[in-house]
């Protein structure tokens, strides 16, 4: 798996787009670039994945730079309930994911 | 709700101790997942299972071992238990191994707490 660097923590307030940047240089080519986040000691949540093109589904949105080397998470409309740690994994599903420290997002009311 | 089903959600057990964790993927998902997460910390790939046979391993103790069965449930048995061992214990299901465009989905853990 690639390594990924995040932000330890990102504030946002609620309403607002939260954007979550990911750098991911190492990422092969065949290398999906995926986005789980946790809340508070609940199970990792899927929330969207990539390999070249942006997607779009009714969480969240990731753009991905042409070279693939970084990604930006967009979470539209943050509520209070989006405040979790996010991870950015450069991955082939279906393999282990690798986890590292991800970024803590706060969601200010 | 991921589909995924942990049990128990909740071990209390002294040192020394052995207990057993349980899960049960989604339906259809050949490849089982064994995470580690100690309080504070990050989340720790312990192995994995594809179809009944061990695909991966990561820094999984000797005193860990793991086994998925003929159903496709697994569980991870965790004895001479130490008070490091306190943690979560999460379990992740995916499709299989040949589909590289797929997610994994996580139970909501078991936690374990040693005393």
């Known amino acids: 798996d690639a390594k990924t660097t995040q932000p330890t923590s990102m504030d946002c307030a609620e309403g607002r787009a939260a954007n979550l940047p990911c750098n991911h240089s190492?990422?092969?080519?065949?290398?999906?670039v995926y986005w789980y986040r946790q809340i508070h000691s609940q199970g990792p949540q899927y929330i969207i994945h990539?390999?070249?093109n942006n997607e779009t589904n009714e969480m969240a949105s990731l753009i991905i730079t042409e070279d693939r080397k970084s990604s930006t998470l967009i979470l539209p409309h943050a509520t209070l309930r989006d405040t979790a740690v996010y991870y950015c994994i450069g991955h082939q599903g279906a393999q282990k994911l690798v986890f590292g420290q991800g970024t803590r997002l706060t969601i200010n009311p | 709700d991921s589909g995924v089903t942990q049990t128990p959600k909740h071990l209390i057990t002294a040192t020394g101790q052995r207990v057993t964790l349980r899960c049960s993927p989604r339906s259809g998902d050949l490849s089982v997942y064994w995470y580690q997460q100690s309080l504070d910390q990050g989340l720790q790939f312990l192995i994995q299972?594809?179809?009944?046979?061990?695909?991966a391993k990561g820094n999984i103790l000797e005193r860990f071992s793991a086994q998925q069965f003929p159903d496709l449930h697994s569980e991870l048995n965790l004895s001479s238990l130490e008070l490091g061992d306190s943690a979560l214990y999460f379990c992740?299901?995916?499709?299989?191994?040949?589909?590289?465009?797929?997610?994994?989905?996580f139970g909501q853990g078991t936690r374990l707490t040693v005393v």
């Open positions: 299972y594809y179809n009944g046979e061990e695909r």
């Open positions: 990539g390999l070249k």
């Open positions: 992740a299901s995916s499709v299989g191994i040949a589909t590289v465009n797929t997610e994994a989905f």
């Open positions: 190492t990422i092969s080519g065949n290398e999906y």
